[in-house]
């Protein structure tokens, strides 16, 4: 049976080396040029024409401008709209690439702990770095809970600001594993169509009932990603 | 003529797209329990275990380093293991006050508030 782990391995397809750093351009980079190009040419395509009554591919670009706009609006405040672009590019890219991994034979690069943490560090220290920005040196003020006892903070500081370092992990690690598990799952039950033979249709009911509950994982899960930025957006804009 | 047809056509179309959209609105508020109550049945479990996990190997991995950094071994890890773990329930419990799930005033934490976070 075929090994469920062997979808994940990075196969170098140029291999580059410079000053003995592997910058090889590999399938997970192709993957993620082909994500790019195509969310980008669907918004593309779909503003090209710009018309009042939209047609299928503009009310496509459209929806995902009003969810996203109001996702924003939801969870981080009208204030937050100023770093739209930043996070439709984010929910975008993670959508993309989630979704395109399911295709057969392609790569998804989102099962990689490495990427969904280069995303979530980049998000953590960019916000960090904003609330420091917009508060000064009052933003420190964040990691002390209101209204805590004097001879309590000692304990809670630290508390808070370990529970405040561990978000980049949390987020990548929820993105990751949600992907890394499903691919395997689907690669499992697959291996078992062969296997069984006559009996392989029993599995490969399974497969495709997987197959539709990726899907909505990886809408899922893109959703989630894009939610909790806004939540840290908030954050770091009003400090509660 | 046609001219005439589109001008009358526009002529109410503002007052129907208001009234399209209080009538949106007023189906919308039964949509959005229903969609926080899937989100509380979908990611939750898996959200909030994250969450735990994520904090006590944290905590834990940063007290090794640094006991090993320091020499200090074995009361950093200690240290560290304990607010980690602390650090990823306020985590976990932070997530659930947020989709609704429990009162953070305090209250029985029942389920009555369901959907209003």
Redesign the interface.
Known sequence: MADPLHQFVINPLVPINVAGLDLSFTQSSLWMMITVAAAYGLVMLGTKHAALIPGRLQSVVELAYEFIAGLIKDNAGREGMRYFPAIFTLFMFILFGNMLGLVPMAFTFTSHIIVTFAMAITVFVLITALGFAIHGAHFAHFFVPAGAPKAMIPLLVPIEIISYCVRPISLSVRLFVNMMAGHMMLKVFAGFVTALGIFGFAPLAVTVALLGFEVVVAFLQAYIFTVLTCIYLHDAIHMH | MADDDHDRAFADLDQRIRAARDQREAVGKGDGADRNQSKLN??TG??VG??LV??VV??VG?GLALDSWLGTRPFLTIL?FL??T???M??AWRHLV?IGMVDPHGGKGDGQDRGSG
């Open positions: 979908f990611g898996l959200t994250i969450e994520v904090g944290a905590g940063l560290l607010l980690g602390a650090a990823g306020l985590n947020r």
